[in-house]
């Protein structure tokens, strides 16, 4: 039977790591003067800590998981870093190191981890409302005059419904009646061999809406990365499977045994069939306990 001979275990799971992105409000931010409010991407510092080491593990499986060393913040530079309106230039060294100090502080005494580079995307202000100029006139001239049209003709219809086609065609192009009854009706379903094509053109337009949807949610700042990640192997809803094991154990014999019967281990584990996202550093005896497989995987 299998015991430790260090008991100092360390164990660490999705929630873990930092969160792989977080914002401040942006609204309640720049409602104050002198704010200014800034989009980061951190790039953590690699060191020998486990956490880090669960961390780079975790991100390996790209095809997969997000990079979790790779952080994205948007933060309130005035409220949590000390920053003012001149900083607002992203472009400015000066901006660059108060941030990263501000983020090793936090991350430091939260996780113990450290940033290694900083990228400003950008940095805002509060700015007065731009006044309304020529342009903005005519798109709401414009605008004002579709909606007159459309009431217009509307009223003709109501008040004289065509029979047989008859009326004021110009007018009866705007009425929301007779547009209605065409969208409802739809086009000529008469195709001959490429009436197959409508179906096609059906199937596309879904693909293209679910795929553009997709990319925002994929691509955008997610307060949940971890049921994305989880997406390709749950694609049911309210299906939930564990996640991959994390790769090959690095494993030594102990440097304080003359016999390869004692080792150190490092990674995860798979206990009755079922792997779990957990990290460890220990020291084991061999063999392991029948229950739970601790061998490399």
Sequence with gaps: MGYFIASDVETFDYYSMPPLSELDDYDICLRKPNSVYCIVDLELLEDDT???????????FTNQNYHHHQLHRGVCGSQNCGLNSSHASFDSNETAVVLK???????????GLQVDHLTIRYCKTPAPADPPDALDIVVGVILIAIILMNTASSAYYYMTPPEKGEGNRLLLAFAVQKNWK????????????????????????????GLHSLI???YGYTANP???????FAPLPNRRVPLPALPSF???????????STRTVEGTFKCNGHCHSTFFHKKEELPPSPLCDTAPQ
């Excluded at 100090?101 to 996780?111: E, V, W």
Aim: with cysteine; charged share 20%; net charge neutral.
């Design 50 to 60: 486990p956490l880090f080491k669960f961390i780079k593990n975790f991100s390996s």
């Design 101 to 111: 100090d501000c983020f090793n502080t936090t991350l430091h005494r939260g996780y």
């Design 182 to 209: 065409a969208l409802k009706k739809g086009g000529a379903s008469d195709g001959g061999i490429f009436k197959c094509f409508q179906a096609l053109r059906f199937y596309t337009m879904v693909m293209i809406l």
């Design 216 to 218: 925002f949610i994929g």
């Design 226 to 232: 971890e049921f994305i990640e989880e997406i390709l």
């Design 250 to 260: 690095s494993h030594a014999y102990a440097d304080d045994s003359p016999s390869p």
